[in-house]
C-alpha cells in the first residue's frame, strides 16, 4: 500500500521560504513519477512540479517556475518541495502525489493528506 505523508507547512512572510517534505512508502519507487500540487479555498488542485523518481528532468508550472525547486533523497525516500520568494496568493493545501509511469501534470495514482501553507503579506 503507497502511503506518503507531506510535512512542512506552515505560516511563512510574503518573501520567505519553506521546504515541504513528502515521505513515501509502500513499495519500490523506481519508474514512478513524484509530483507536488497545491489547492487553495474555491480554486482547481493545480500542478506545481513533477520529477522521475530514477533521475530525469523536473518540469514546473509557470506560476511556480524559478522559485520552487522539486529534488529527492534517495536514501530517505522522500521528495522535497522548496518554496522561495513566497507570495500571498501560494497559499494553499500542499499535496504530494505518486504516478506509475511516464512524467506528466495529471492522472496520478496516489496521494498524500496534504500540509497547508498560509503566506501573509
Known amino acids: 500500500q503507497v502511503q506518503l505523508v507531506e510535512s512542512g507547512g506552515g505560516l511563512v512572510q510574503a518573501g520567505g521560504s519553506l521546504r515541504l517534505s513528502c515521505a513515501a512508502s509502500?513499495?519500490?519507487?523506481?519508474?514512478?513519477?513524484m509530483g507536488w500540487f497545491r489547492q487553495a479555498p474555491g480554486k482547481e488542485r493545480e500542478f506545481l512540479a513533477f520529477i522521475p523518481w530514477s533521475g530525469g528532468r523536473t518540469y514546473y508550472a509557470d506560476s511556480v517556475k524559478g522559485r520552487f525547486t522539486i529534488s529527492r533523497g534517495n536514501a530517505k525516500n522522500t521528495v522535497y518541495l522548496q518554496m522561495n520568494s513566497l507570495k500571498p496568493e501560494d497559499t494553499a493545501v500542499y499535496y504530494c502525489a505518486a504516478r506509475l509511469g511516464p512524467p506528466q501534470t495529471s492522472r496520478y495514482d496516489y496521494w498524500g493528506q496534504g500540509t497547508q501553507v498560509t503566506v501573509s503579506s
Open positions: 509502500g513499495r519500490t519507487f523506481s519508474g514512478w513519477t
